[in-house]
């Protein structure tokens, strides 16, 4: 009996040795084993199509990163295969093109169209973003944390076309966590000083690129008003206003207070840019859109003082107080003549006031400009209207180098219109530039 149990303790024990050799044998892997980079996807509610939940690194991929060699990363990257989602992936990486993470278009045959929240964070290998055209959804903070992301392409700005609020702002996609490397962004989404959420956005985020496109429609509804005071929507109701139900790839306010922000492009087709849409983005430089742009909305650069240079070419009206302080705008122009020319046929009550790089401004065609249009323009020696024109009160008042001023015989000037000019001193003291404002 006794060695009948002894027997049967060897066995055991031999038992217990051979599974946790096996066990430690199926837990260990090896480098070629792990994923260097690896998407993580999760169908949506009604499983129609996936949602991108999660980009992570390999513990070597990671190590690589965190000490910026590149050159070995891509190496790594390199070696992926399509199953990780990477794209591009198991291609000719470089130490620089491995930083150019573009989320895919697919996966398992289906479409990805959504990215979740903290989907890609923390990630400082990315230096450049690409979010496909095929993405209609993405949710906050989904890119929380790239501290070195330099340059962003985007479908739309904010968490969807037709989002409301915060929601459209553009740094709604960085949310609100904080760390070094970030800097606190407060944007105003909607009139009234209430309106406003402050994001973290990268500080080393320049450029920005948005692909689609704004589409307009304004339709007109009629409301019933009920006992209780509530509307109800009513054809043959008495009560109507115009509503927009367009949708807008860049919406109003999309880039206020984006103070980082140096170069936009926008390839979509974009009718109007919406009111208030890069109002102070002091350091916007360079902003560039195809030629199907006929409207520059109220407040649109407002305070864009590193602005030089925009295409009025197809610009047919210009919003009011559209360029306020933006004193770089005209030097740098590559017009011979060093001209700003102007096919606007409306320009808006103070929508160049206070430009100091303005030099000379030609006017091709029959415009109506705003009171206060081109007030203190301080650089300004001459304008040229190629043909009759309403001006405006005080237009170009307090423009103190304007010495020449070509006006076609038809045109009506408003009162003070080159007050304080080298062309006209008016006897009277015009009125106070708060004054006017109140008129």
Known sequence: MKKIVIALA?????????????????????????????????????????????????????????????????????????????????????????????????????????????????????????????????????????????????????????????KKSFGYIFG??????????????????????????????????????????FVEKKYDITDDGKYVLNDEGQYSFIADEGSYALPAYAFYNCSTITSVTLTGTIPAIPDYAFYGCTNLKEYSFNDDTVKIGDYAFNGCSALKTVNFNKVDEIGASAFIGCNSLGKDYLDAENDVVINATVVGADAFHGCSGLKRVVFTKSVTIGKTAFH???????????????????????????????????????????????IQQESEVEPEYDELEQE
Do not use: H, W
């Open 376 to 422: 203190e323009c301080s650089a300004l020696t001459e304008v040229v209207f190629e043909k009759s024109s309403t001006i405006g009160d005080s237009a170009f008042a307090g423009c103190e180098n304007l010495e020449k001023a070509e006006i076609k015989d038809g045109s009506s000037v408003g009162k003070y219109a080159f007050y304080n000019t080298k």
């Open 176 to 217: 609100s966590t904080s760390a070094t490397g970030l800097t606190a962004i407060t944007q105003t989404y909607n009139e009234g000083t209430s309106s406003t959420s402050t994001f973290q956005i990268p500080e080393t985020l320049t450029k920005v690129t948005i692909t689609g496109d704004n589409v307009e429609n």
């Open 10 to 166: 060897t066995m055991l024990l031999f038992g217990l040795f051979a599974f946790g050799l096996t066990a430690c044998q199926k837990t260990e892997t090896t480098d070629s084993e792990v994923k260097p980079i690896e998407f993580t996807y999760t169908y949506d509610a009604d499983g129609e199509y996936y949602v991108l939940t999660g980009v992570t690194l390999s513990e070597q991929a990671q190590t690589l990163a965190t000490k910026k060699d590149y050159a070995e990363l891509a190496k790594l990257f390199s070696t992926a295969d399509e199953t990780t989602g990477y794209v591009p992936y198991a291609a000719n990486l470089t130490a620089e093109t491995v930083r150019e993470l573009t989320i895919p278009t697919e996966y398992k045959e289906a479409k990805v169209k959504e990215i979740a929240s903290e989907a890609i964070v923390n990630q400082t290998f990315i230096k450049k973003l690409v979010v496909p055209d095929t993405i209609e959804k993405i949710n906050g903070g989904a890119f929380a944390g790239l501290t070195s992301l330099e340059e962003i392409v985007l479908p739309f700005v904010g968490e969807k076309i037709g989002a409301f609020n915060e």
